[in-house]
């Protein structure tokens, strides 16, 4: 299913020490995507402070997870012990979660 899901390349995020590839929806019709595709970044200043925020041993729950930005990013930081819950009740965002922790190899800590 992956194969056929619009790509995003993004910019790198200071603080991440690998790039983001993201599955998104079409970015004519959702604007999450829209902005993912045309800038390259999603909410750089929260990026940051999220992963500055980030401790050993946290317990993160991304409640409404959507595709699952933040969860990457707690995922691919370097931050030991860290365990993250994503939750994602709509079908298809929750298809497209897991569909970017598969292309970003990020399943390390993630329930």
Request: no cysteine.
């Given at each position: 299913?992956?194969?056929?899901?619009?790509l995003a390349s993004l910019k790198p995020v200071p603080g991440l020490p690998v790039d983001l590839h993201l599955h998104t929806h079409d970015p004519a019709t959702d604007l999450v995507s829209r902005k993912l595709h045309e800038s390259g970044e999603w909410e750089p200043f929260e990026s940051r402070l999220w992963l500055a925020c980030l401790g050993e041993g946290d317990v993160v729950l991304d409640v409404g997870a959507n595709l699952g930005y933040y969860t990457l990013l707690g995922a691919l930081a370097d931050v030991a012990d860290l365990r993250l819950f994503a939750f994602e009740p709509e079908s298809a965002n929750h298809a497209l979660l897991c569909a970017n922790l598969e292309r970003n190899d990020a399943f390390r800590g993630v329930e």
């Open positions: 299913m992956s194969e056929h899901l619009p």
